[in-house]
């Protein structure tokens, strides 16, 4: 089979074998390297049937496997859709020919100025093009990326780069131990290339992910504003940098200058999708909704194909009310990644405010699973919506047990309120206050605490919160 070495152009797509980008009309999406390896080489088929064998012989065994195959060009051709647009039962484009393989349906042809290779050539370009970018690819079964960039990083080395690819797709995830190793490796691109900016963006980032679920989180949020402005400094001008501040400067609690910094990461990066991501949950968590799914909506129209990216509308539906919303984004996100388990953790949600106990269940189930870490609080909160409050409470307490402070205080405050134990809420919330957690940047809008709202504790504790903002004493806790 020849292989695609040059542009080519089908529909209104182009596909830049040199970028691994997939442009629409100058959107250009970044597709993962297996799934856009198998669109390449069914758009280069131009019609004629690409087989399943094909496939496994020209992608899977040129990185030495073939382990799992079917569910790998499974993950591919969903990932190829979503890119397209690409509805399986009414294809506009790719057509599948069930147990056999695919075929493009529109006339494939050169871009401009580019002419099909002679066929040696071809497949000489085709193993060189594999090599490179499977040694850059990392974890295949990745749906997003955390950090999604419009344009290629600056010239670096090929370790450092492949590294960094590394780093990126672990960050997406939002599981601690991958996003643990994510922070490893941005440390391993920074040895070898110190003046990377992206590499010091998405190290703050990644810090920012690690405050929520790893061991040290006040060490985590005060890396975090470090390496962000590291970022700057290298590199003033790049979006992601300021954004990577001001998603560290949200979670200190510190509003304005979170705003001023996504403020200017807008200015250099409006086709930038981390930006609009990060922006769009600044903007849900303080209630400004339409504005907040404005963005959330550009980050997933740059990044389609982003797992975290589409889970972030999602938790922008949810927080701003839009329940409804929230579950079908959730499950676009799962279409992308069925392993992301925040997405099961939207569905829980979300399900719960519709009354749907069942679905929520399961999707508890699902997320316990796939992740069962700091799943506890949920856990407790469910049973209580089951009308089964003794075990609720049994579950938090031996989660409590031991700990000097609470490590989901939003999911235990929820948790209490469901069980009707408001006093027990207002508690959790207090010491979350006096500990700084982060994840108090939800509390005014996070819809399991709406009962609370008329209680004059709650506006004492954003008050307390709002202290906190403008004196600036406890900057960079956790």
Not at 54 to 64: I, S
Not at 80 to 87: S, T
Not at 179 to 196: D, H, I, Q, T
Not at 285 to 300: C, K
């Amino acid at each position: 089979m020849q292989g695609v070495s040059e542009p080519w152009r089908f529909g209104p797509f182009e596909i830049r074998p040199d970028t691994g980008e997939l442009l629409d009309s100058g959107r250009a999406v970044k597709l993962a390297p297996q799934p856009f390896l198998v669109l390449a080489l069914i758009v280069r088929a131009g019609g004629s049937l690409v087989t399943r064998e094909q496939l496994r012989d020209a992608v899977w065994a040129a990185e030495g496997t073939t382990v799992e195959f079917d569910q790998g060009l499974n993950y591919c051709i969903r990932q190829i859709r979503i890119a397209l647009n690409d509805d399986a039962r009414r294809p506009i484009y790719i057509e599948t020919v069930p147990k056999r393989g695919y075929r493009l349906l529109v006339r494939a042809i050169p871009a401009a100025n580019a002419t099909p290779p002679p066929a040696a050539d071809a497949r000489r370009s085709l193993r060189r093009y594999i090599a490179v970018i499977m040694t850059a690819a990392c974890i295949t079964a990745v749906a997003g990326l955390v950090f999604a960039y419009r344009s290629a990083p600056p010239a670096i080395s090929p370790e450092a780069d492949r590294l960094f690819q590394e780093a990126e797709s672990l960050a997406g995830t939002w599981e601690t131990n991958k996003v643990s190793e994510a922070v490893k490796r941005y440390e391993e691109v920074l040895r070898l290339e110190p003046n990377f900016a992206r590499a010091w963006a998405g190290l703050a980032n990644a810090d920012v992910v690690l405050t929520f679920m790893g061991p040290q989180p006040a060490q985590s949020l005060a890396d975090s504003e470090t390496h962000a402005r590291h970022a700057i400094e290298v590199d003033g001008s790049l979006a992601v940098a300021h954004a990577a501040l001001g998603h560290s400067y949200w979670h200190q609690w510190r509003r304005s200058e979170a705003e001023e910094e996504f403020r200017l990461a807008m200015r250099g990066g409006d086709n930038v999708a981390v930006v609009h991501q990060l922006f769009g949950l600044y903007l849900a968590s303080v209630g400004r909704s339409n504005e907040a799914i404005e963005h959330a909506r550009r980050a997933v129209a740059l990044a389609p194909v982003s797992g975290v990216i589409n889970y972030s509308l999602a938790q922008v539906y949810l927080q701003t009310g839009r329940f409804d919303a929230a579950l079908a984004q959730a499950q676009r996100t799962l279409d992308i990644d069925r392993h992301f388990p925040l997405a099961y953790n939207t569905l829980l949600r979300a399900n719960s405010q519709l009354g749907r106990m069942q679905e929520a269940s399961e999707a508890f189930d699902a997320q316990f699973r796939f992740s069962p870490q700091n799943t506890a609080a949920w856990r407790a909160y469910l049973l209580a919506r089951q009308s089964r409050p003794a075990e609720a409470r049994a579950v938090l307490e031996s989660e409590r047990d031991g700990r000097s402070r609470p490590k989901n205080s939003i999911g235990e405050a929820a948790a209490f309120v469901a069980i009707g134990d408001v006093d027990a809420a207002f508690q959790c919330l207090d010491e979350a206050v006096a500990a700084h957690i982060p994840s108090l940047v939800w509390l005014q809008v996070t819809p399991e605490l709406a009962p609370l709202h008329s209680d004059t504790r709650f506006a004492a504790l954003l008050a307390r919160i709002d202290a906190t903002r403008s004196d600036g004493k406890n900057r960079g806790k956790g």
